[in-house]
């Protein structure tokens, strides 16, 4: 796809500094771009790649955009309109409308004639796929699922009986949605299955990565708002509710019944423990464990970097003596006379 | 489904008190219960919302019996009654016997008539199925798997070569099992991969859940033995024994030739290291790393919560000091007078 | 396969002490060898188990072979040749060469006549397969995508549009190369997705495990170098590159753009934030997390062994304690004299 930057301009509403005849046909980083490209600067830092780049155009903002060798696409936010300006240049492969051949669509699904359909997968009965849909190669969508207008299934995903999804979502490949959740209740020494009688919901706008699990409710749903956007190999227990436009990177685990806030940010290998609130707009570090509530907006933290590993295990042999410290800290402190006093609520 | 609740009672050795022609047909919780629906109280945090259930029955212990404004069935565990009910309220869809059209089946596959076959479901040479099992569509059983009878399948499981699947397991969509194990020989800085000889052998009323997976034995077998519950995205590794009725969480991992006991509880985002023991009845709260055997039963834990991400990077500082902690403490106590003989095995 | 441990001997370049004409047909481990079996030994530890077996040969080096009480196949390296005496006693199942008929090939494929192409796998557009190719079944590999010669997909793996897979590269099941980098720029409270226009680049004899997802790039490829092992269910993001040998075990999460050196070691459950470069020969022990980069070769560690539950409980509330235990050190110090200036950099 080749376009104009004055087009680019227009429509993403860019002021432009240069030839609006310009014309480029990629995006590509600012060291590796040609003439044909057009790149980003959404960081400072990058400023020197900046003054040396061959790029046709830049999407920056106006305090980068003295400094720009090339045509200047200026706007309030780089990233955002470079993301808009690459889904222009680099659409994704067309699909025909229609069932391809090979797939085994129940005859009582409901496919809308503009979806496409894509080799081998499978559509149960009472199923409902909308309008554009594209349900790529090897999916798997069960009786009674509704996969909403202009969704993505990229291929080999699996939607569980009833599963809805929102229009646009876009799913990637091995993602589960809709298996059962781990209910089990204890009898002798044994575990009985929990039938798990709810689905998922997932809304409008939403990723959901590769080879994550969301787990159908044990009674009631488990639900994704719009606009999440979940990474790959994250967990999402039975009845969690995902609040709008919450981001979760990779490795996450969230048990079960967890309710998580709007706006929330929650980095890689975080897990949160089950039946807990977590706030709107609450941010979570890598690799942190949650294991009570959390109300109020603001930045959590539970992750100690490494060392190497010699002095590591000293640390951990300090650590695993705390105790003594403690005890040995409060008697030099009575001795010194007064303080263990006012530290009492220490022990 | 309906039935009454005179023949719920009969059947689950319920103590009734109320009418036993009432009919219910669904399980809800409390709160969103009506008169067509029985919902359970296992937790006296549930008391209130017990008061004000719109629910036709209740399942509850004869303690919390009294407080119920609908019939009560009555009995010693209200959690597994509840199950049992739920599974005859909401049965699983019924699936006709025999083979999907759509399926690829080998001519040397004994696949019992009474098991069903789901869509473009392929099973290898040498596999065997048992009766009344549920192959869902998208499975992957290859040469010489022999599933047991009443295993369902739910949809897209792959059961590498030679595995075993004991009567009545369920494995959840996107479960791997009898993949490679990762057993590499080094040799002048490269790996050498050793071949994987072994099978898995996973036993009856085991659950797997979406996206784990289990590695075959390098040579012998890793094995899940009976009652066993495996959550999502759990990595079992090669020559693994997973005790009887033990039940692991999601995403913990368990590397090669550790042996865990029965009826152990292993919570989210554990880790536990190859070639250790741990014993009957060991539980693990989640987050937790397991770098040697337990052989004591208990509850064992290695987590540190959460604090906000001020607080924490402090306390992580600290932490990184300790070595200078304990030699500032020791030479107080030097200072002070003989303290520092006392402890001197604290350095 | 039967072979005589003369025949080992001389193709494995073994010195051989004992009868030529000995005939192995399958490994064992030393207990449980009998006489058609070779068995190895690689630890010491195990010298009580060698005077026991039964085995007819065993792979060992010289200073074990004194103790050996059956045929000895005498090495440098017993593992690495007991790896590939274990290939060829355990050949995989042959398979044919030729397209399986339920398979869907797309004309504009290119399949080598001598690659063999599973059940009910799909192959888009463009994409190449190289000679002698094991395709397992229901493997997608979509539009452009090119597996090199003798590379095994055990079965049900994915790679995405324009994914490259050097030879002899082997992929377990469920696997997905290639899907979407987790891309997003914000937009007034909003996700923009930036489209993921890289790809995956995998070299030769990389072996990559059981529903592991290594992500495409965003702009530019992600890089698994030749000769890398990475075990099952680990996240691999956009951009990232793996160096030639490293080795990463079951359940890592590698961030974003992160550069990881040559013949890396990197234990299970580990984590590794993005934009970071980690050197050559660098060895990360399990469950530490990495968030700066590490430029010098040796071993590092971040995880803190578990303890009794109640203990834990007692370090962690200790450890939450730490800023008061530097508050009250100091003024022991400070009343002491002296002490706290020489530490002022400590607070």
Known sequence: MSVSIGELAVEFGCELRGDPGVVVERVATLADADER???????????????????????????????????????????????????????????????????????????????????LSVIGAGAAVGARAFIGPHCLIEEGVVVGEDVRLVGRVTLCRAVQVGARTVIQPGAVIGGDGFGFAQDQGRWIKVPQIGTVRVGCDVEIGANTTVDRGAIGDTVIEEGVKLDNL??????????????????????????????????????????????????????????????????????????????????????????????????????????????????
Request: glycine fraction near 10%; hydrophobic fraction near 45%; charge should be positive.
């Open 37 to 119: 490209s057009v790149a980003f600067v959404a960081n400072p830092r990058y400023r020197r790649e900046l003054a040396a780049t061959r790029a046709g155009a830049v999407v920056l903002d106006a305090a980068a955009a003295g400094a720009c060798p090339a045509a200047a696409l200026v706007c309030r936010n780089p990233h955002a309109t470079y993301a808009r300006i690459a889904a222009v240049l680099h659409p994704l492969p067309a699909a025909p409308a229609g069932i391809d051949p090979s797939a085994v669509v129940s005859p009582e699904a409901q496919v809308d004639p503009t979806a496409h359909v894509g080799a």
């Open 234 to 347: 994250i967990q999402i227990g039975h009845n969690v509710r995902v609040g709008a436009h919450s981001a979760l990177a990779a490795c996450v685990g969230v048990s079960g019944s967890t309710c998580i806030g709007r706006r929330c940010m929650i980095a890689g290998q975080v897990g949160i423990a089950g039946h807990l609130t977590i706030g709107d707009d609450v941010v979570i570090t890598a690799r942190t464990g949650i294991s009570h509530s959390i109300t109020a907006p603001g930045v959590y933290s539970g992750h100690i970097p490494h060392e190497q590993a010699a002095t590591w295990r000293r640390l951990v042999a300090r650590f695993k003596r705390l105790e003594s410290f403690a005890t040995r800290l409060k008697a030099l402190e009575r001795r010194a006379g007064g303080a263990a006093d006012r530290e009492e609520d220490d022990d």
